[in-house]
């Protein structure tokens, strides 16, 4: 009798000691949700149905980023773990840095409540160090830039007491997953008070310059990714390397912080950011959260 093929969907396959493969069908609609989510730009490998500690918990992999990821998720929706397992196809050497990004522009908005930066208007944080500062202010306007609508965030940094760079971000927010896309920035370079020039302005779809990937809305450790792609002008890149660390700031203390770690390769210069939950940016390499918004 010929074999038959089976899909996942729609099939349990026994694994034994009380592991049951399964399709996402056939788990319950708050982990549907979730795999749902963890899906965004991935791939699934399979799902497991299982018991851990007297519960019923499914074991979700997948491949991200070249990686397999195993999330575990209890039957209420709740994350139990989540943890990279290793390279897909058994390659062991370190991950490059993701620079393409599955989303569809329909489902960007020009603000959103990503809790690492919320676009929202009217928004302030205002960060120092001993003698200069940065302002960072969500505006009411929206542009659109490479066919999206996009919100923006200004920057303004002083060096002294005087204008030393004033940029115009554009981001837009996935209203499903709630990662925010960075579509460029228009920037004015500050001497003795007067604008002197625009370095590293950038748009999304001019120049052969893209969209990258500011701020997942669901960070995991280990992740690289480009957040500016425009080739010989703005190629800034990150690798989130950590999610739950404590900062003290003049403002006071945040905990489960999110710690990037910024990068470029046409330069050799480091930076670290820290981004509060509900805050936004609390610490900037020197500049520190100066006052809670």
Not at 78 to 96: C, N, Q, Y
């Amino acid at each position: 009798m010929p074999a038959k093929s089976l899909s996942i969907v729609g099939v349990a396959l026994a694994l034994g000691a009380g592991e049951v493969k399964v399709g996402v069908e056939q788990t319950p609609p708050a982990v549907q949700e979730v795999i749902r989510k963890e899906l965004a730009g991935a791939r699934l490998e399979d799902i497991a149905r299982t018991r851990r500690d007297g519960a019923t918990v499914y074991e979700v992999d997948v491949i991200k980023d070249a990686y397999k990821w195993e999330v575990v998720v209890a039957e209420d929706g709740r994350i139990v773990s989540r943890r990279r397992e290793e390279k897909a196809g058994g390659d062991s050497a370190p991950e490059g840095w993701r620079e393409t990004f599955a989303v569809k522009k329909s489902d960007l908005s020009p603000f959103g409540a990503n809790p690492w930066l919320t676009m929202q208007p009217g928004r302030v944080l205002e960060l120092r160090n001993a003698t200069d500062s940065l302002t960072i202010t969500v505006l009411g306007e929206t542009q659109t830039v490479d066919g999206v609508e996009v919100g923006v965030l200004e920057e303004r940094e002083t060096k002294g007491g005087q204008p030393a760079e004033v940029s115009r971000n554009f981001f837009a927010t996935d209203k499903r997953t709630g990662d925010v896309y960075y579509f460029g920035e228009d920037v004015d370079n500050y001497k003795d008070g007067k604008v002197v020039g625009h370095e590293s302005a950038w748009r999304a779809g001019e120049h052969g310059a893209r969209f990258g990937l500011m701020i997942p809305g669901r960070p995991r450790p280990g992740d690289r990714f480009y957040q500016e792609i425009a080739p010989k002008v703005a190629m800034d890149r990150v690798e989130i390397v950590s999610t739950d660390e404590t900062v003290k700031t003049p403002a006071g203390t945040f905990e489960h912080c999110l710690h990037l770690k910024e990068t470029t390769p046409l330069e050799g210069d480091v930076s670290h950011k820290w981004h509060a939950p509900g805050v936004g940016l609390v610490k900037d390499d020197e500049f520190e959260l100066a006052r809670r918004p």
